[in-house]
Each structure stands twice: as structure tokens, then as C-alpha cells.
């Protein structure tokens, strides 16, 4: 059962355009989200992340928003910069219950920043 | 501050043999992860460890997967015997406690390739 979903296999952005990655999820009783980069052959890393009680949070040049009306989140990048091009991987967690700590991840997203 | 190792970085096998991977977390992190990340998906918890206890490990195929760490510190997985389905990047990740919100650190990941 995927309980994180990001149904956008790909997205290709111009250099200092915006680039917008989707992630949708299933299960309410998550309340801890993230977003996690992958270059190839690296394992990911931690890029930004926002707890269930917030709307919104910003580092730098990313943004994360949260719908928890539509389990919806979103990470927009601006202006996104060809070093961005990587597989971005929406995940979550919730600190209650026997999952405590177990990250959910969907299937990522491969953004290509072109010049 | 060092970061997550893990070894080999690439491993091929033939179905039916096993094979084991290690994994060296970050250096006081209590909490250890290891994902398989099957290709075009997203990575998926086998199994989880605060200090040298398991706290989950509901996703690991126990018939054929087993792991262990010690003394609280390094860790391996090991598959006996594997399968075609194996074939994947098993990755390892380390947090400092076992928390939705604490950040999990990952490896480069094993690329395992089942014949």
C-alpha cells in the first residue's frame, strides 16, 4: 500500500524558472514531512522538512507547503539552478504508535533543470 | 563529522547464493535504518535499530533476511539465499533518536544484482 505518492515521474524547468514537485498522502496520522534529494549512485539527502502543526516552512531557496485538509504537500524551488537536477523523494512519519521513527517514501520525482 | 559508510558499494551474485553488507552509522547516533530501494521506487524499511535492539522489523522478509548489530554500533544484513526480486540498493541510514522528526542521515547504498 502506498501511503505516499508522488505521480509525477518527471519534471523538466528552465534554469531561474520555479520548479513545483507534488507528493500526496493516505494516512492522517502522519505529522512529520520531508523532503529528501538523491544525485545518482549517492544515497539521499536531507533537504527540508515541515511538522503537521505548520503551513509552510522556508530554507533558502526552498519551500515546503502543507494541505492537511488534502494531504497534499508541495516543494517549489526558486529559482531552481542546474545543480538542482536530481530525484527529489517526498516522504513521512508519524511519532506515534509501533512505526514510531519509519520513514514513508513515494516513488520520486526526477527534476531536470536545463539552461 | 563523518558520514554513514556502507560495503561493499556494488555486489553480483547468482540466485540461491547469499551475501551480507555492512554498514558503519554516524558516530552517537543510536538509531539505525536499513531500506531496500527497488528500482523506480522509493526506499522501503526492512528494519530498524535503537542501540543494538530491534525496534521494527514488521517489513523484513525474516525466511531469507536476517541482520544484527553490534554492540550497538556497525550493522549487517545479510540474504540467504537470495532471489531474482533481491535485486535492488539496499541503503543504510542513521538518526540520533528514534523520532519522526529527527533527521536520518544516509549512506551511498549497496547495489545488489541477483543472477
Known amino acids: 500500500d502506498q501511503q505516499v505518492k508522488q505521480n509525477s515521474p518527471s519534471l523538466s524547468v528552465q534554469e531561474g524558472r520555479i520548479s513545483i514537485l507534488n507528493c500526496d498522502y493516505t494516512n492522517s496520522m502522519f505529522d512529520y514531512f520531508l523532503w529528501y534529494k538523491k544525485y545518482p549512485a549517492e544515497g539521499p539527502t536531507f533537504l527540508i522538512s515541515?511538522?503537521?502543526?505548520?503551513d509552510k516552512n522556508e530554507d533558502g531557496r526552498f519551500t515546503v507547503f502543507l494541505n492537511k485538509s488534502a494531504k497534499h504537500l508541495s516543494l517549489h524551488i526558486v529559482p531552481s539552478q542546474p545543480g538542482d537536477s536530481a530525484v527529489y523523494f517526498c516522504?513521512?512519519?508519524?511519532?506515534?504508535?509501533?512505526?514510531?521513527?519509519?520513514?514513508?517514501f513515494g516513488r520520486g520525482t526526477q527534476l531536470t533543470v536545463w539552461p | 563529522e563523518a558520514g554513514v559508510a556502507q560495503s561493499p558499494r556494488y555486489k553480483i551474485i547468482e540466485k540461491r547464493q547469499s551475501v551480507a553488507f555492512w554498514c558503519n552509522p554516524i558516530?552517537?547516533?543510536?538509531?539505525l535504518y536499513w531500506y531496500q530501494q527497488i528500482l523506480g521506487q522509493g526506499p522501503k524499511l526492512l528494519i530498524q535499530f535503537q542501540n543494538n535492539g530491534v525496534v521494527d522489523d514488521s517489513q523484513l522478509p525474516k525466511d531469507r533476511f536476517s541482520a544484527e548489530r553490534l554492540k550497538g554500533v556497525d550493522s549487517t544484513l545479510k540474504i540467504q539465499p537470495a532471489k531474482l526480486e533481491d535485486s535492488a540498493v539496499y541503503l543504510c541510514?542513521?538518526?540520533?533518536?528514534?523520532?519522526?522528526?529527527?533527521?536520518?542521515?544516509f549512506g551511498p547504498g549497496t547495489r545488489l544484482l541477483v543472477l
Open positions: 541510514a542513521s538518526s540520533l533518536f528514534v523520532q519522526g522528526a529527527d533527521t536520518q542521515y
Open positions: 515541515i511538522s503537521s502543526i505548520k
Open positions: 558516530s552517537g547516533h543510536a538509531t
Open positions: 516522504a513521512a512519519s508519524s511519532d506515534r504508535g509501533s512505526t514510531l521513527g519509519r520513514l514513508y
